[in-house]
């Protein structure tokens, strides 16, 4: 499976982006697909994750303003991201498992697929 990430950019504090993360190589379908996140000078982080059929899991510090979703029709995974802080400003990598692991799983299990990553910087 390759993925392929995009729609990144830069938005002032309080603005929406959403990101896509789209696959070709394999039918997308019976994947489990995440998000992580990488800010200069810091760890990765967990941002969002999605099993195939649907339920989602979302770490804290996007819980209420992040959106994961999927349309397997389309072999694309979305992050709909709204009311966006300074501090969401990182590189946003989408990563990809074949399986339907625990919903917590999702934040600390290897992934076999990455996409290139796409840059989010939000201003204040």
């Known amino acids: 499976v390759q993925l392929q990430a995009s729609g990144g950019g830069v938005v002032q504090a309080g603005g929406s982006l959403r990101l896509s993360c789209a696959a070709s190589g394999d039918t997308f379908s019976s994947y489990a697909v995440v998000w992580f996140r990488q800010a200069p000078g810091k760890e990765r982080e967990f941002v969002a994750g999605?099993?195939?059929?649907?339920?989602?899991h979302y770490a804290d510090s996007v819980k209420g303003r992040f959106t994961i979703s999927r349309d397997n029709a389309k072999n694309t995974v979305f992050l709909q991201m709204n009311n966006l802080k300074p501090e969401d400003t990182a590189i946003y990598y989408c990563?990809?498992?074949?399986?339907?692991?625990?919903?917590?799983?999702?934040?600390?299990?290897?992934?076999?697929?990455w996409g290139q990553g796409t840059q989010v910087t939000v201003s204040s």
């Open positions: 999605i099993r195939w059929r649907g339920s989602v």
């Open positions: 990563a990809a498992r074949l399986g339907y692991p625990a919903l917590s799983a999702l934040r600390t299990m290897n992934y076999d697929y």
